[in-house]
């Protein structure tokens, strides 16, 4: 008879997109070699959504079927991302699940939904969505005192004023005190340069960076 684990990894069910080992793209982490699960779903439409393909469709699979392809992979880090992951509320035992199996795992969030249940292990990065995005709206403000120091803020910005309003954002929230902060351009509408030499100008206490994986292989899927 199978243990109430096993019973229960075979009960809950998520609906994925894709399952894939690459370098992470993002996040103080860019560049470790990680297995990404994403899951299919998002109630946000970001003009600039690069994953527009996770909206729908994806396979219904067992917790206990991801946890093994997850673990024929061979890799310590996992990122559980969408879409966004946390509009299936299964994703919560994913996670859990995931650390108890001792990788380090980390969730990108969009910053809509709440994130107090995630389980603390897990780092959580998570969106702000700047006017560009067309999401503004959607920011859940309540998540930030719920941050910590092991959690990141990213922050895409398509022009001067997304940039303006993420000064706001970090000064009003004094952000870099509760966790690290990252602010990123729209691949072709923001000038990286541009946005490096404005962080740079305006002695910001943030991270630039770039999508290493767009560097790397463009928009590939898989990657």
């Not at 001067?160 to 929230?173: G, T, V």
């Not at 602010?183 to 943030?206: K, N």
């Amino acid at each position: 008879m199978p243990d109430k684990d096993s019973a229960t990894a075979s009960a809950v069910r998520l609906r994925i997109t894709e399952i894939f080992a690459s370098v992470q793209g993002e996040s103080s982490r860019v560049g470790l070699p990680t297995v990404f699960v994403r899951l299919t779903g998002c109630p946000l439409r970001c003009t600039w959504c690069d994953t527009a393909y996770a909206f729908s469709g994806g396979t219904t699979r067992t917790l206990e079927d991801i946890l093994a392809e997850v673990a024929s992979h061979g890799l310590r880090h996992v990122c559980v991302t969408g879409g966004e992951p946390l509009a299936q509320k299964a994703c919560l035992q994913l996670l859990t699940a995931l650390c108890d199996a001792g990788h380090a795992v980390s969730l990108e969030t969009s910053g809509a939904l709440d994130i107090a249940l995630v389980d603390a292990r897990v780092a959580r990065i998570m969106d702000l969505k700047a006017p560009g995005s067309g999401e503004a709206a959607k920011n859940r403000y309540e998540n930030i005192p719920l941050l910590r120091a092991g959690d990141e803020v990213k922050i895409v910005l398509a022009d001067a004023e997304d940039y303006a309003w993420a000064r706001q954002m970090i000064a009003e929230h004094a952000l870099e005190r509760r966790c690290e902060v990252l602010l990123s351009p729209v691949a072709d509408a923001l000038d990286p340069a541009t946005l490096a030499e404005w962080v740079v100008r305006d002695r910001l206490p943030v991270r630039f960076q770039l999508q290493l994986h767009k560097v790397l292989w463009n928009d590939a899927r898989g990657r």
